[in-house]
C-alpha cells in the first residue's frame, strides 16, 4: 500500500506538530526551572523527579534530534518506507501507549498520592511521543514487502 503524496504531507504535518509539542514540553520545563514563570506550571508539575533533570534534557535533546529527522525525512520524501522498522515502531509505540494509559489509569485511581503516577503533565507528553510514534510507523508500513506472515 503506497499513500499519496499528500497524505505523507499530512503524516509528516501531525509529526511537525506532535514534535512542536514535545519541543513546548522541553521549553516550559527549562523556564521553570531557570526563571520561572506564573503562567505556566510549577517546574514540579512537568517534572517525575525519577530521572536527575540534567540527564533528562539530554535525553530530551536526543529525542527531538530523532523525531526531527523522522519528520523531516517524511516531509521531503527522503525516508523510504521500511516493514521492519514500521513492525518495530508498531511494537514499541502500542506498548508505550499502553504503559502510560495503566499509568494514569492507577494515577487516577489507587496511587493517586504518588507523584510519579499522579503527576499528568509529563505522562501526556509520553502520549505525544507514543503517538509520533505510531504516526511513524504508519509512513512505514507503505513499504511494498514481500514478507512472510
Same mark, same amino acid.
Given at each position: 500500500?503506497?499513500?499519496?503524496?499528500?497524505?505523507?504531507?499530512?503524516?509528516?504535518?501531525?509529526?511537525?506538530?506532535?514534535?512542536? =509539542?514535545?519541543?513546548?514540553?522541553?521549553?516550559?520545563?527549562?523556564? @521553570?526551572? /531557570?526563571? +520561572?514563570?506564573?503562567?505556566? +506550571?510549577?517546574?514540579?508539575?512537568?517534572?517525575? #523527579?525519577?530521572? +536527575?533533570? *540534567?540527564?533528562?534534557?539530554?535525553? @530530551?535533546?536526543?529525542?527531538?534530534?530523532?523525531?526531527?529527522?523522522?519528520?523531516? #525525512?517524511?516531509?521531503?520524501?527522503?525516508?523510504?518506507?521500511?516493514?521492519?522498522?514500521?513492525?518495530?515502531?508498531? *511494537?514499541? *509505540?502500542? $506498548?508505550?501507549? =499502553?504503559?502510560?494509559?495503566?499509568?494514569?489509569? $492507577? *494515577? =487516577?485511581?489507587?496511587?493517586?498520592?504518588?507523584?510519579? /503516577?499522579?503527576?499528568?503533565? +509529563?505522562?501526556?507528553?509520553?502520549?505525544?511521543?507514543?503517538?509520533?510514534?505510531?504516526?511513524?510507523?504508519?509512513?512505514?508500513?507503505?513499504?511494498?514487502?514481500?514478507?512472510?506472515?
Amino acid at each position: 500500500m503506497y499513500t499519496t503524496p499528500l497524505a505523507n504531507k499530512s503524516l509528516a504535518l501531525l509529526l511537525w506538530a506532535l514534535l512542536a =509539542l514535545f519541543c513546548f514540553r522541553v521549553m516550559a520545563q527549562l523556564i @521553570q526551572f /531557570f526563571y +520561572p514563570l506564573a503562567f505556566l +506550571p510549577s517546574f514540579t508539575s512537568w517534572h517525575s #523527579g525519577k530521572m +536527575p533533570y *540534567g540527564f533528562l534534557v539530554l535525553v @530530551q535533546l536526543v529525542i527531538i534530534y530523532y523525531c526531527y529527522n523522522a519528520a523531516s #525525512g517524511i516531509h521531503r520524501a527522503t525516508t523510504k518506507p521500511n516493514r521492519m522498522l514500521a513492525k518495530f515502531l508498531l *511494537g514499541l *509505540g502500542s $506498548l508505550y501507549l =499502553l504503559t502510560m494509559i495503566f499509568r494514569v489509569s $492507577l *494515577g =487516577l485511581t489507587l496511587l493517586a498520592e504518588n507523584r510519579w /503516577f499522579s503527576n499528568h503533565i +509529563p505522562t501526556f507528553f509520553h502520549f505525544v511521543l507514543a503517538t509520533f510514534m505510531l504516526v511513524t510507523s504508519s509512513y512505514h508500513f507503505q513499504s511494498p514487502g514481500k514478507e512472510k506472515a
